[in-house]
């Protein structure tokens, strides 16, 4: 047995990846993805996204990993462990509340799910035209405390899951479902790059036309990399602290990186072919998404089925994220302001649902819950995917690169000496000088323009 700790723990080396992929891999990728890429101009756009992934995702990753495993504690206490009596508990604070804030947004869009699985089991879609379905998806909008009974009943959802705790809860669900998400994404982008006339989408995502390249697009892909990842909010520090000491933090990173790439391109070529293949627009933003799923199961043999195994799917996703949010929340109040785990769930679920229904509400066409061009929704978005989570992945890198030093660093990455990590001194030389001059120099040239 390993030593007494009682601190929660991940059980097995599938289990954590599948609980990291499952926090990455959720609305982020099949819903946001979509729409960030069909208003950034399409190829140039995953261009840029998978430079940051790469470049950028995969260091910030590993440097929350470390901070998490090292210092054996939430977002906050994480940083307290590590830099006593400094300001850098600050990167943890600044998290805590951008988990906060996404949960409440995301929390919406997660209820929309639920309404999905029910319009499909009732055949709500069948035959529907174009016109008819964005009709349904607008009217669906405009009955706003319908969305907020969806989002509360998804907040339960969350808060029941973390209520129960790490092992029980979150590793059982994860490991099991995602791989067959994997395959219903497969089976309709098959389905999508055969319609008639899907090949323009096909351009649209793969042809990428460079004078598309703006500021926006990039701090846009940079927000988009961060937020698809689950970086820059502490949600890999406080998974990364229930890691074992005998588990490999690098290739953790590689398959979280690789999986959520591969389910966000794949989202990718569901959506766009079948999109332009149905005269939608690519700049549809949310209907993009809820409009074009359906109706590509209109054109498959058991649509009608796929279709509910799909919005059941995407729900259970959105849940694997929402309870890495969750769980970023409750892990601070429970270890730091030592709140009993069960009523620090309640508590943040709660406050979430307070916040939330405001982001939910002011999606009505008729809202009054909108300032500056945005809505509530989407100023909670912006702020905290295009602000929060880059800024918190700069101050990460930051630390990691110069604050906890090149011994501790290789020390977590190398199991004290037991594996080889070949990569390891590039990634330090990427965390140090290349990932916070990158971010930095995004950040900039879309304040610019
Ligand atoms: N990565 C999740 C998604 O793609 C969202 C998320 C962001 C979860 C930040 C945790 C932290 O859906």
Same mark, same amino acid.
């Given at each position: ?42 190829? $140039?756009? +995953? ?6 992934? %790469? @470049? #950028?995702?995969? !260091? ?132 999508? $790059?055969? +319609? ?6 096909? %351009? @649209? #995502?793969?042809? !990428? ?77 949310m209907g993009l998404v809820f409009n074009t799923i359906p109706m590509i199961f209109n ?54 649902? #307070? ?16 300032f500056g061009g945005r809505t509530v929704f989407d100023w909670m978005d912006f702020i ?66």
């Amino acid at each position: 047995m390993e030593e007494k700790n009682k601190r929660d723990g991940f059980g097995s080396k599938l289990g954590i990846i599948a609980a990291a992929a499952g926090s990455a891999i959720g609305l982020g990728n099949i819903y946001r993805f979509p729409c960030e890429l069909g208003n950034n101009g399409g190829a $140039a756009f +995953l261009l840029v996204y998978l430079i940051v992934v %790469v @470049f #950028l995702g995969i !260091p910030v990753m590993l440097s929350e990993l470390v901070i998490g495993r090292r210092g054996q504690s939430n977002a906050v206490g994480a940083f307290k462990k590590l830099a006593p009596k400094s300001a850098w508990p600050i990167v943890g604070y600044i998290g805590v509340l951008c988990g906060f804030i996404i949960f409440a947004f995301y929390s919406t869009i997660s209820g929309w799910t639920l309404e999905y699985i029910v319009k499909s089991v009732s055949n709500s879609f069948q035959g529907k035209d174009l016109a008819a379905m964005e009709q349904d998806f607008s009217n669906f909008h405009d009955m706003g405390w319908r969305n907020v009974m969806w989002q509360a009943i998804f907040i339960f959802l969350t808060g029941f899951v973390v209520f129960k705790g790490v092992q029980n809860g979150i590793e059982r669900y994860a490991k099991i479902l995602m791989p067959v998400l994997l395959v219903i994404l497969v089976i309709l982008g098959v389905r999508s $790059a055969t +319609l008639p006339g899907a090949k323009d989408g096909l %351009v @649209f #995502l793969f042809k !990428p036309d460079f004078s598309k390249i703006t500021g926006k697009v990039l701090i846009s892909a940079l927000g988009q990399g961060f937020f698809s990842l689950s970086l820059g909010m502490g949600a890999l520090i406080t998974y990364g602290s229930y890691i074992k000491k005998d588990d490999n933090l690098t290739s953790t990173a590689f398959s979280v990186v690789l999986s959520d790439t591969l389910i966000a391109l794949l989202a990718g070529i569901v959506i766009f072919p079948a999109a332009f293949s149905f005269g939608i627009n690519p700049q549809a933003g949310m209907g993009l998404v809820f409009n074009t799923i359906p109706m590509i199961f209109n054109q498959m043999m058991g649509g009608y089925w796929f279709c509910i195994i799909f919005f059941v799917l995407l729900a259970i996703a959105a849940l694997t994220s929402t309870i890495s949010l969750l769980e970023v929340v409750v892990a601070y109040l429970s270890e730091e302001l030592h709140i009993k785990r069960q009523w620090a769930t309640v508590l943040a679920c709660v406050a979430t649902m #307070l916040i939330g229904s405001f982001a939910s509400l002011s999606l009505k066409s008729n809202t009054s819950l909108a300032f500056g061009g945005r809505t509530v929704f989407d100023w909670m978005d912006f702020i905290s995917s295009n602000i929060l989570l880059p800024l918190g992945g700069l101050l990460i890198v930051l630390f990691v690169g110069w604050r906890l030093g090149k011994s501790h660093f290789f020390d977590e990455v190398t199991n004290s000496g037991k594996l080889k990590s070949p990569l390891k001194r590039i990634i330090l030389f990427i965390i140090r000088y290349l990932a916070p001059l990158a971010i930095i120099v995004i950040f900039i040239s879309g304040l610019i323009k």
